[in-house]
């Protein structure tokens, strides 16, 4: 579900992004978005960062799935802005692979 707050910014439900596949602009997959890290500012509460791929989903369900993969998992990091989700049920890369910054 997507709205908008008083001051006129967008909601998405966080629910509907996470488990998500990312395409990238040539429509291929580059992994399902696991993870969103967020800033604070006073009462106000932030996306800066999405965690791509299984790195993502080890850092959002803890040590434990870490030990499980071990280090040959990996992902991408993107910033809020590299990342349309103006469709939530398809987001999709605002930039190439190669820029998003690799775990």
């Not at 009462?43 to 999405?50: I, L, R």
């Not at 791929?53 to 799935?65: H, K, Q, S, Y």
Request: proline share 3%; net charge positive; charged share 30%.
């Amino acid at each position: 579900m997507s709205r908008r707050d008083q001051q006129g910014r967008r909601e998405i439900r966080l629910d509907r992004l996470l488990g998500r596949e990312v395409l990238a602009a040539n429509n291929r997959p580059i992994g399902r978005l696991e993870e969103c890290r967020a800033e604070v500012t006073g009462t106000t509460c932030a996306v800066s960062e999405y965690v791509i791929g299984m790195t993502g989903l080890a850092e959002r369900l803890g040590i434990g799935l870490k030990l499980l993969f071990g280090k040959a998992s990996h992902g991408y990091v993107a910033r809020w802005d590299q990342i349309d989700i103006s469709d939530p049920e398809r987001p999709r890369l605002t930039c190439a692979v190669s820029e998003l910054r690799e775990l």
